[in-house]
Every structure is written in C-alpha cells, then in structure tokens.
C-alpha cells in the first residue's frame, strides 16, 4: 500500500513537469538579457515608387525587420550599399554604425516629426502637402514613408532628392506630397539624442528643504514618449509647472510642501524604440534603422527627501541713533593752553572718582617733607632738655 501510494505521486510528479516543459516549449526560449536584439530585412509588398535621387531616375520601396514575429518598419541610413533582405541583423549602437553622431542626431529628430512616429494629418499640415482626392490611407502611408526616407538620406547620405521627371511613374500630385514633407524634415531637423534600451534617471536620490525643487533628475532611455508617475509630492519642469511625461534627455524636478519622500516612477513601453541601429554581422550590408518601436516596457525610479524649511529669525527691533538737529549749536572749541603752563597729565583718573592730578606735585610733596623734617627735630630737642633736668 505504501509503495503504491508512492508510485501515484511519482506519475502526478511526472505528469505536472511534462505539462510545464510543454507550456514553457509553447513559449519559445527566451532571450538573455545582455543579448541583442535581432531582425530579419524584409520588403513590404506594394510599396516600390520612383523618385529622382542624384540627378537620377531611381525605384525604391520600403524596409522593415521582423523583430519576434512583429514586422517593424525600418528605413535606410547607407544609400549606396544593398540591403540583405532575408538576412538576420543585429542591434548596434550609433557608433558602431560609422556614422557621425551629428548626422544621426537630425536622422532622429526626422524620425521623432516624421512617419510613423508624427501624426500623418499634422506631419501633411506642417509640410503645406494637399493629399490628392482618391488617394486613401495606405497610400497616404506610402509617400509619408519616402517623404521621411528621402530626408533621412539628406542626413545620412548627402543624397538630394530632385523634382519629379516625366519619365517618373507616380503621378504629380503624389510626389509633391512627398517632397513637400521632405523639405519640411529637413529645414527643421535639429540634433537629438541617441536612444538607449535601458531606462535610467539620474541622480537616484536628492534633497531639498519642504517647498523647495529637488533635482534636476535627467532621462535616458528609449526614444518616444515616457510617463511620469510621482507618489507624496510633484514632478515639476524648471518653471514649476507640472510634468507628466517626458522624452529620452529630459529633465524634471520633484517638490513638496512639507518635510518627507517623493518616489518617482518613470516608464517607457518599448525598450527597442525608433532611432535604434541594425547592423548585419554577416559581411557588407545596407545598415538600417528603426522607424517604429517594439520590445518590452521598462521603468526607472528615484526618490528625493524633504528637511522641514528652517524656521525664519525674529526680527529684533533696532531703535534709531537720533540725527544731530541741523539747529543744535556748534561745539565750543577747547580754549588755547598758555605757553609755560604744565602739560595735562594723562594718568587715568582714580576708582574713587578723584579729579585728574595738575600743576606741580613733586613740589608739593617736597615742601611737606621739609615741614615735617623741621617739626620732628624741634620735638626731639624739647624731649632731650626734659630728660636732662629730671637727672640732674
């Protein structure tokens, strides 16, 4: 009975860990932490047009890496290497891509106002582009996406995107959307930071007196919008004004009105965002560059301390010193010392309150000596004849 009992658990024991490796196998493996993140060059269908580019008739169409089974689109920063479509690229940084840090700074700012990442009714606004009657939104997609290619290429490649010629299949008025939102990118790119996979703030804690700014805390991290969730107090901007969201490079402040902890929590949803470079390892290959977003949701957190504001000083009263009456009569001057009088002396005067000494005093004092001298030897005279006369 015992060993039946132990041979029920051994096959419920067997059972539960082939159910686990079946559901953790349905999953598929995981990647580590510290590797990066890879994707396989695609072309979308339906999506080739012609544009001149260099002075030259030229067909193009649009990119995207299929990064964990999510097509996300990408576009070219190497104009005029081939592109390995089929090949497995891997996630780089802006260094690795041997291309100035200044040019990929306007690349980003390009892809944070262009497609996808701008709003295509705001992005058509801004440019002064009309979309042409009958022309729906996947086509619409379609000239915003090479609108925004062909400014990426301006940055990257110094390639120059010319005006429609007749030999050019798509019509006018769709090519002048696409021009039209290229120049808009270009004569408004400014320098943008480089986006990281990891969120980070810094510092991670700082402090302040209750009703005081603590910080600034500065954001890194993946490209696009992050919200900011802060507990006991208030994230602020420089002006005071509330904050909550921000981008990669921003900066905040927390405040409270009285002593204690503020936490922040920073969260960005996808950690693989636009402005991430892609790189194929294996040989000379087109280098791309995500248009979209994609990955999982990191956060970040910070904390700053509070001190009660010390208590202001009583104010002491302080009264006045009166001003001399402009009618109050001039002082006296000392009268002139005659020549031959003796000097004031300059001994202090005594605890008693004595008037300063004047005149002479050696004098005085040797005229009373002589007086006292002369008194005594008259006294011992008239002593010596008495004794003299009671002896006799």
Known sequence: ?????????ARTAAALVAGGALAFGLAGPARAADEPTTGVAVSPEHTGVE????????????????????????????FHTAVKLGGTYAEGDW??????????????????????NGDPAALLAAAGATL????????????????????????????????????????APQYDVIKKVHDYLVAHATDQPEPKTELTVAPAKATANAGAKAGPFTVKGPAGEITVAATGGRAVDEAGEPVTTTTNGGRFWLTRDGAGEVSVTLTAREAVSFGRVFLYPGGKAQKLILGDSTGETVRAQAAASF?????????????ASPSPSESAPAESP????????????TSPAGHGGALPLTGSP?????????????????TVLIVRRRKVRFTA
């Not at 000392?334 to 004031?344: E, K, L, T, Y």
């Not at 050696?362 to 008259?378: D, K, N, Q, S």
């Open 95 to 116: 260094a690795a891509s041997g291309i100035a840090a200044e040019r990929l700074g306007k690349v980003q700012w390009v892809l944070t106002h262009g497609y996808p």
């Open 1 to 9: 009975m015992f060993l039946q009992r132990g041979r029920r658990w």
């Open 132 to 171: 042409p009657a009958g022309v729906g939104a996947e086509q619409r997609d379609v000239l915003l996406y090479f609108g925004t290619q062909t400014a990426i290429w301006t940055f990257s490649d110094d390639v120059v995107l010319g005006d429609r010629t007749a030999g050019v299949s798509l019509d």
């Open 307 to 319: 001190a009660a504001a010390p208590a202001s000083p009583s104010a002491t009263p302080t009264t």
């Open 362 to 378: 050696i004098a005085a004092a040797a005229t009373v000596g002589v007086l006292l001298l002369a008194a005594g030897a008259v």
């Open 334 to 345: 000392s009268p002139a010392v005659p020549a031959g009088s003796p000097a004031p002396s």
């Open 51 to 78: 544009l001149v580019l260099n002075g030259k008739e030229m067909k193009t169409s649009e990119l995207a890496l299929t990064i964990d089974g999510r097509q996300v689109r990408a576009y070219c920063i190497d």
